[in-house]
């Protein structure tokens, strides 16, 4: 059996320790590399220092090589632990440099999956482990040094890293060759706790014989490992990350830290840092971008980070390995707390009804103990690391005891969390994902199946699956995990899709590479777009995440909440037109009076100044409380000759009942029920009544099951005034998908503008983002991107609408009770046929869908659908539409 088939996971290498950043000289050997892919790992001899390499290509490492597959749960290779195909396509990678010091260590960030690794000739040893760092100690010669990695795609470690992503091999993270003086300082590990009660710290560093200098706090030149007691410090939370600059130093190296001070505790199944207990208003990244891969540089970081400081996001789970270094820098510097979770998962063994599971095979403890202790080691000195994860799906068994067993005499200042074994024998919290809002209510109430965990906090490490669109139900979550104190608020599942650039399709997802075993766009789940734009997901889950709470009552608004730091301002707006606005002193708001218009008050707090995170302005929160409900719009029509309506002609709509199936609905099982109950092949009878009615039932083959659609069209002075009553017929045993009224207009319509909710879709369970108001979009940004097409872009309670050109003329909607407004270049059936963005293509006619009502969206792509008061049953509905032309 060849080293990369081992059970142990490596040889060689030097012991895990704490990322440091030292004044030592590093050289970083990030750039192009000389490349030779083979087939097989048996690839020809390479580690000569003398070898000539120039035909060889040059490839830029930190990157990925081969081509990217997925699944989600299955292994994309046979279960024969710890054997791999021989089909194993293996990258030797070879760089020349020079130091200008003998003594060193060669360290690794991140080698997928395996790597063996040749100094000068010389072999250093191997490790396994993708995304946990490994260091080699070497000697280095005057001149030049030759570095040789042999990289193999699959080897033992695959089996322990079977999280839901692309497989893809590489060394995806830096290389760097870090000077080693006579005495060096090989480890740091600071303990920073925070007492609220008194306001004081207690730090000790421990890094061997070495001197501590905090400046600001005082200290200088302390033996490392002494206790020392401050009187006063400022913690560190997220909301504000106060971070001490502090060195270490021994004369022959300095390590400069930055110390957090707080404490992590967990007080009558309540979980608290520095007293105060904390609501995780969280998401599960992955490392993505959607040309690198997951070799991330510093500005994604940066931009991830930022982006979740901007939607109210105060947590992160490094779902589901430890990620980038950098990365947990940037958390502790701009706030927010983490979940660092181990490189690890086994969810292929479900298929073997977890058979020969590494959770509970000896034989595999030596690399589980070992992955987990290189991320405890290497992080350990992160204020914003709150909770250790011992890894995800990976079934139970006694390695998972002993990960937590090690872990917790290491450090015990943060708890552990493992959600894949229920019974939770190893860890601090009660974790769970996909639970439905019954379920995470009844934990609240403290429900749970024991006493153990009865006694815990409780975490949703997964929930609200942002798969398409959705996730529906976020405002639901929210409110529970606000209500109960023992709920910890949870972690939405995912923040970015994992979708590749590609030439043809826009993005790839699964089975775009060819591959035989594949999960096809479950890849594509999150809430970022795969080139980092706000999904209307995003732009929800800020809404509901947003610190400040309003209440109303005897006529006055109320903030509760910090707003240190905010500006609020106010806004009446009647029809969507500015009234009068002013700015918001103190926490409360008297409303004023209405008029005889609709008119809304809104409040913004935003920004007083900028941050680290966001300039000034940048809004963190807003509520909009309705003054007056305004008029009937369609009061007072008189009967006459209508006038001509550009671009618009008198036809009979067309009743859907369809939608393009959402992720949502087909993992729901909605797009099978609805397919077998026809809606998507409905059938028109029409009949014209002698009082001018159009009466049409609507209905698919083979089924009593359909729509009385009743349509009457009225001439008025103003324009055509349609009624539409609609009564089911026969027993539907499923929802509809919608009542709405469809329409065909000329292409060369361009533009909406409407008064409703906007400015970006929303449906009966999402849209906590839209708000009332008056907007303006083409026809092609109405339309959502989502990677996998499927139904999007409705404006929710829509009161009026215009579609016009560029030129001007057009039509004008209103409705006598709001409605849900869709306009795109491509039928119900097209949208629903495309696979890719790029599959859609501009059609002949506008297709115009005036909805009465929708089904909910739900999250059933990966958890519940919508809650009942969203699903849509089989129930009369009726609209007055007056159609007019644009003045
Ligand atoms: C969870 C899993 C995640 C992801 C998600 C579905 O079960 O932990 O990694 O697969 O489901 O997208």
Redesign the pocket.
């Known amino acids: 059996m060849s080293y990369f088939e081992d059970f142990l996971p490596g040889a060689g290498r030097k012991a895990p320790r704490a990322a440091l950043d030292t004044d030592a000289r590093v050289i970083d050997l990030s750039g192009p590399w000389r490349f030779r892919l083979s087939p097989t790992a048996h690839a020809p001899d390479f580690a000569d220092p003398d070898l000539d390499d120039t035909a060889w290509e040059l490839r830029q490492v930190p990157g990925h090589f081969g081509t990217p597959a997925y699944t989600?749960v299955r292994y994309p290779f046979p279960i024969d632990p710890p054997r791999v195909p021989g089909e194993n396509l293996t990258g030797d990678h070879r760089i020349a440099f020079e130091a200008g010091f003998e003594r060193a260590v060669l360290r690794f960030e991140g080698v997928d999956s395996c790597a063996r690794v040749w100094l000068n000739g010389q072999e250093l040893g191997y490790s396994m482990g993708s995304r946990v760092p490994v260091e080699f100690d070497v000697t280095l010669r005057p001149g030049r040094n030759v570095l040789a990695v042999r990289v193999h795609q699959w080897s033992a470690g695959s089996y322990l890293e079977d999280?839901?992503m692309w497989w893809w091999p590489g060394i995806f993270r830096e290389v760097t060759v870090i000077e080693r003086p006579a005495e060096p300082i090989d480890d740091v590990f600071v303990h920073a706790d925070y007492d609220h009660t008194t306001g004081g710290g207690t730090l000790r560093v421990e890094a061997g014989e070495a001197l501590l200098t905090v400046e600001e706090l005082g200290v200088h030149d302390r033996p490392a490992g002494e206790t020392i007691t401050l009187e006063h410090v400022e913690p560190w939370s997220a909301q504000h990350p106060r971070l001490y600059e502090a060195s270490v130093s021994n004369g022959h190296e300095r390590v400069r830290l930055a110390i957090g001070f707080r404490t992590v505790t967990i007080e009558d199944a309540v979980l608290k840092v520095n007293g105060e207990p904390l609501k995780l208003k969280g998401v599960?990244r992955h490392e993505f971008h959607p040309v690198k891969g997951r070799a991330l540089d510093a500005e994604t970081m940066l931009a991830d980070v930022l982006l979740m400081k901007r939607h109210n996001i105060n947590a992160v789970r490094t779902?589901?390995y430890p990620p980038h270094p950098h990365f947990l820098d940037l958390c502790d510097r701009y706030g927010l707390w983490v979940v660092d979770e181990c490189d690890y998962?086994t969810h292929g063994f479900q298929e073997l009804d977890w058979r020969g599971n590494p959770s509970d095979d000896p034989r595999w403890e030596q690399a589980l103990l070992d992955r987990m202790r290189r991320m405890v080691e290497r992080d350990k000195n992160h204020p914003s690391v709150i909770m250790w994860s011992l890894g995800?799906?990976a079934g139970t068994g006694r390695n998972l005891a002993a990960m937590a067993a090690w872990t917790r005499g290491r450090d015990s200042s943060r708890p552990i969390h493992y959600e894949g074994d229920r019974a939770c024998p190893d860890v601090d919290v009660h974790s769970r994902?996909?639970a439905s809002h019954a379920e995470v209510e009844a934990i609240g109430r403290g429900e749970d199946e024991d006493e153990r965990r009865r006694a815990m906090p409780f975490v949703q490490c997964?929930y609200a699956?942002a798969?398409g669109n959705g996730p529906g139900g976020l405002a639901e979550y929210q409110e529970l995990y606000d209500a109960h104190p023992r709920c910890a608020g949870g972690f939405v599942?995912?923040w970015i899709d994992h979708g590749l650039r590609h030439d043809r399709h826009g993005y790839a997802y699964g089975g775009d590479f060819g591959e035989v075993l594949h999960d096809g766009n479950?890849v594509c789940?999150g809430l970022l777009f795969p080139d980092r734009t706000p999904s209307p997901g995003l732009l929800d889950l800020k809404k509901v995440y947003q610190p400040l709470r309003f209440t109303e009552a005897g006529g006055v608004l109320r903030v509760e909440g910090d707003t240190a730091g905010l500006d609020l301002e106010w806004c009446v707006e009647a029809d969507g037109v500015l009234v009068d606005s002013g700015p918001m002193e103190g926490s409360e708001l008297k409303l004023p009076a209405g008029g005889e218009d609709e008119r809304w008050l809104t409040v913004r707090a935003c920004l007083a100044g900028d941050t680290a995170w966001a300039p000034a302005g940048h809004e963190v929160a807003w509520h909009q409380v309705r003054l007056t409900p305004g008029p009937d719009r369609l009061a007072g029509l008189t009967e006459g000759a209508a006038p001509a309506i550009p671009l618009f002609e008198r036809v009979t709509p067309r009743l859907e009942l369809w939608r393009a199936p959402t992720d949502n609905d087909q993992g729901g099982g909605l797009r099978w029920h609805w397919s077998h109950h026809g809606l998507d092949r409905l059938t028109y009878r029409t009949e014209q009544r002698q009082d001018g009615t159009i009466v049409q039932r609507v209905a698919p083959a083979a089924t009593d099951e359909g729509y009385l659609a009743t349509y009457t069209w009225r001439e008025t002075t103003s324009g055509l005034l349609l009624e539409a009553d609609l009564e089911p017929v026969g027993v539907w045993k499923v929802p509809p998908a919608r009542l709405g009224l469809a329409f065909e207009l000329p292409a060369e319509l361009t533009t909406v503008t409407w008064y409703g909710r906007g400015p970006g879709e929303a449906y009966p369970d999402t849209g906590a983002a839209a708000y009332v108001g008056l907007f303006t979009r083409t026809i092609d940004d109405l339309q959502t991107p989502y990677v996998h097409p499927q139904e999007n872009g409705q404006r929710a309670d829509v009161r009026i609408a215009v579609l016009s050109t560029p030129r001007g003329p057009g039509v004008k909607i209103t409705g006598d009770r709001p409605f849900g407004l869709t306009v795109r270049r491509w039928s119900t059936a097209e949208l629903d046929a495309a696979r890719h963005r790029t599959d859609l293509v501009a059609g002949e006619k506008v297709h115009l869908i005036v909805d009465l009502a929708q089904h909910g969206i739900g999250t059933a792509s990966?958890g519940p659908g919508p809650l009942e008061k969203y699903r849509l049953t089989a129930r009369p509905a009726a609209i007055r539409l007056l159609f007019e032309p644009v003045s």
């Open positions: 989600n999280q839901d599960n779902s589901h998962e995800n799906e994902m996909y997964e699956h798969m599942w995912e479950f789940d990966c």
